[in-house]
């Protein structure tokens, strides 16, 4: 069964960056795509990033230039790079694999 563990979140400045990461078990995922979602308090769940797994990667417009998603395909985790954070980034992220999801982790940006 897949399993997702997600971590490296936390309360950082507005204009600062966290690096958040998913460890995925339970087969190979290196022919699976692997995204970034969020949910904010009192909002719906939303798209973040998408690694593809022939190379492609995707992004929510209002984190292009800011966030990169990669992957590492020998240990089955994906990133999250997030710099220049701003208030409304506050929320919960979550890894999405195969319909799986992690438990998320908490970023929380100050301004």
């Known amino acids: 069964q897949v399993q997702l563990v997600e971590s490296g979140g936390g309360l950082v400045q507005a204009g600062g960056s966290l690096r958040l990461a998913c460890a995925a078990s339970?087969?190979?995922?290196?022919?699976?795509?692997m995204a970034w979602y969020r949910q904010a308090p009192g909002k719906a769940r939303e798209f973040v990033a998408i690694?593809?797994?022939?190379?492609?990667?995707l992004y929510l417009n209002a984190v292009k230039g800011r966030f990169t998603v990669s992957r590492d395909n020998n240990t089955n985790t994906l990133y999250l790079q997030m710099n220049n954070l701003k208030p409304e980034g506050t929320a919960i992220y979550y890894c999405?694999?195969?319909?799986?999801w992690g438990q998320g982790t908490q970023v929380t940006v100050s301004s």
């Open positions: 690694s593809g797994y022939l190379g492609t990667t």
């Open positions: 999405d694999v195969l319909e799986f």
């Open positions: 339970g087969r190979s995922f290196s022919d699976t795509n």
